[in-house]
């Protein structure tokens, strides 16, 4: 998820630890901005894997491979929160304040659980990670909730906003409050039903939560936040049992590998869907991607917002055999056999296998793209497209273990 939504998770848990402390009856603004800081770095903490990118040039090949990779991994995260836990120790001793047995150990417990909770709340989408190496390297998916959620950021500000007197920092909210808002009417992204839910949620949040004691306010934006992704959870798990189904009952003779999921912000109404799936017997690979429009009774297929067909892999047009739960923007096929011969002629192919779980090949020039089609949404190289490096050296460069998610088609 996005670091904003990592930082007010981590604000969250440091505020609800904190009232239950001494210092809080004391009304202690030092001990508080330490509780504050130990959870909000840590909750942001193994997004410093972005330094390890410079292990695999080309930059953002490297990039796409280790993040969320080594410091996203239930053994090394709360290593990362203990040597912040020192850090903020040493730290103290400088400053000399005094802290009792409850702070010392509340604070170690929260940058320790920090990165614990950043791997959690990142396993959430349909990026990625792969929580359990070395005993693993396989991806994990939780395909439930977009990268950016307004309604988690609508639930947890009310905290920060009420839990300081500083002008700063509630000027900062009110203007991350504002901008939320102004957002959900003018980005494409957003319908107006989603918009509206987007504002009453502001207010219906935020009121209910200035209502509450200040002991409470932090744990019911917490609970809050737990209801709207196990909401969305479960309604994922009720998509992909309906699309696996249908997928079978529309193409009989195709075999279904993977199906890629997310809502789109604040709208149970309408999922960015993706098939992936071989046929004529095993020797074709195809990518459908669309929207897929789970109460159709209410709002079809046609009425989500989808992006432009402007993309670097070439898409065909999709059979309108599907009814209104459904609308395809496109398809992008290609020859299992053409994928797996050139894995022995591109080192680089090999590695970005390990990354990407819909894969495409663009050839120009000469030159070969390779991209994902999850994030491709706009022509040439932009986020996950990487001009694939020819030149031998390549293959010595150290590549991390992670599975390739399209093992499955391409290397049996």
């Known amino acids: 998820m996005d670091n904003i939504s990592h930082s007010l998770v981590g604000l969250a848990l440091a505020e609800s630890v904190y009232q239950r402390s001494a210092a809080s009856r004391s009304s202690s603004s030092k001990i508080r901005a330490l509780y ?58 400088r400053r000399g304040v005094a802290l009792d047995r409850f702070d010392f150990w509340a604070i170690l417990g929260l940058a320790v659980a920090g990165p614990w909770v950043h791997l959690g709340m990142d396993a959430l989408g349909s990026y990625g990670v792969h929580p359990f190496w070395p005993f ?47 957002a959900a009417w003018a980005v494409p992204l957003m319908t107006w039903f989603s918009a509206l839910t987007v504002t009453l949620a502001a207010v219906l949040f935020t009121f209910g939560e200035s209502r509450l004691a200040l002991r409470w306010r932090a744990d019911a934006a917490l609970a809050l936040s737990a209801l709207i992704i196990l909401f969305f959870a479960g309604l994922s798990q009720h998509v992909r049992g309906r699309l696996v189904a249908e997928n079978a009952e529309f193409n009989p003779s195709a075999v279904l590998y993977d199906v890629v999921l997310s809502p789109l912000p604040a709208n149970p109404f309408c999922w960015s869907v993706m098939t992936i799936e071989t046929f004529s017997e095993g020797t074709r690979y195809r990518v459908r991607r669309g929207v897929y429009a789970p109460f159709a009774r209410f709002v079809e297929a046609t009425q989500c917002p989808t992006r432009q067909l402007r993309t670097t892999a070439s898409l065909r047009e999709v059979a309108s055999i599907w009814g209104p739960e459904y609308f395809w923007e496109g398809q992008y096929q290609a020859s299992v056999s053409d994928f ?55 293959c010595n460069r150290y590549t991390p273990p992670w599975d390739p998610p399209r093992a499955d088609i391409f290397f049996n």
């Open 36 to 93: 504050w800081f130990a959870s909000i770095a840590s909750n942001n903490l193994p997004d410093a894997d972005l330094l390890l990118s410079f292990l695999l040039p080309p930059f953002k090949l490297g990039y796409l491979l280790h993040h969320r990779g080594h410091t996203h991994t239930l053994l090394l995260a709360p290593f990362l929160g203990l040597a912040l836990a020192w850090a903020i120790v040493l730290w103290n001793k």
């Open 136 to 182: 693993s390297n396989r991806w994990v998916y939780g395909d439930s909730v977009f990268i950016l959620e307004p309604l988690i950021w609508l639930a947890l500000l009310p905290v920060l906003f009420f839990g300081t007197q500083n002008r700063r920092v509630r000027w900062g909210c009110e203007v991350l409050f504002f901008g939320l808002l102004a």
């Open 340 to 394: 797996k011969i050139f894995r022995n002629y591109s080192c680089a192919w090999n590695a970005y296998l390990r990354f990407s779980r819909a894969p495409f090949l663009s050839e120009e020039a000469g030159d070969f793209l390779a991209g994902d089609l999850r994030f491709d949404f706009e022509p040439g190289a932009s986020f996950a497209e990487v001009l694939l490096p020819q030149d031998a050296d390549f």
